[in-house]
């Protein structure tokens, strides 16, 4: 069974602009989590998506934005790029039971760098 | 507000002894536990999970103490070799009792296991 699968596996942009980050869940899962990892902050949480609606959002701007299509596969999206959003965007996979009770299955994530 | 803290950022050991890794939580409605290990350029790994109705579980070298009251879990690896020397997570849930669909998750502990 094939993994999450995170593209790009990094990206380099410049302040201001845009991107876009792109997750593939484990097959048969309809549950995808988006978190942002920094030096020192651990692993944030952006938003979770089930069956294309989003069922929590974190604490991050309007800038950092997601969707879930049909197949499960979701998008996360951040605009107007700031120097401090330079970090490992990790997308996590679950059944949807699983995210209540236990495993969440994580891509080896996008590594963004803002300069 | 750091719901989840792991008070200690590194920690040292050496082969064949056994590694303690801690985990501080300050929201009594979280009611599930994991722990993820996480290696340089991959993304975390699920390892070992706990329900609040527990106070411990085992699965291999690997077990978890749960203390409510204390509001601390804690991971200990025995024996310890070189293989475990990675970054390891704690992270908590409140799904189960208030239906959220996100984990908290600590700064982490990097573990290193000396030869």
């Known amino acids: 069974k094939a993994g999450v699968t995170q593209t790009p596996r990094y990206l380099i942009k410049t302040r201001g602009q845009q991107v876009t980050l792109s997750c593939s869940p484990i097959s048969g899962h309809r549950s995808v989590s988006w978190y942002q990892q920094t030096p020192g902050q651990g692993l944030q949480f952006l938003f979770e998506?089930?069956?294309?609606?989003?069922?929590n959002k974190g604490n991050f701007p309007g800038r950092f934005s997601g969707r879930q299509f049909s197949n499960s596969r979701s998008e996360m999206n951040v605009s107007t790029l700031e120097l401090g959003d330079s970090a490992l965007y990790l997308c996590?996979?679950?059944?949807?039971?699983?995210?209540?009770?236990?495993?969440?299955?994580f891509g080896s994530g996008t590594q963004l760098s803002v300069l | 507000d750091q719901q989840v803290k792991q008070n200690s950022p590194s920690l040292s050991v050496q082969e064949g002894r056994i590694s303690i890794l801690n985990c501080d939580y300050t929201?009594?409605?979280?009611?599930?536990f994991l722990w993820y290990k996480k290696y340089p350029a991959e993304g975390p790994t699920f390892l070992i999970s706990?329900?609040?109705?527990?106070d411990k579980n085992e699965d291999g070298r690997f077990t978890v103490f749960l203390n409510k009251s204390a509001k601390h879990l804690s991971l200990h690896i025995v024996p310890s070799q070189p293989g475990d020397s990675a970054v390891y997570f704690c992270?908590?849930?409140?799904?189960?009792?208030?239906?959220?669909?996100?984990?908290?998750f600590g700064t982490g502990t990097r573990l290193k296991v000396l030869a």
């Open positions: 996590a996979s679950s059944s949807g039971q699983d995210v209540i009770w236990g495993k969440l299955f």
């Open positions: 992270a908590a849930s409140a799904g189960g009792t208030s239906g959220t669909y996100k984990y908290i």
């Open positions: 929201n009594s409605m979280f009611d599930y």
């Open positions: 706990i329900s609040s109705i527990k």
């Open positions: 998506y089930f069956s294309e609606t989003q069922r």
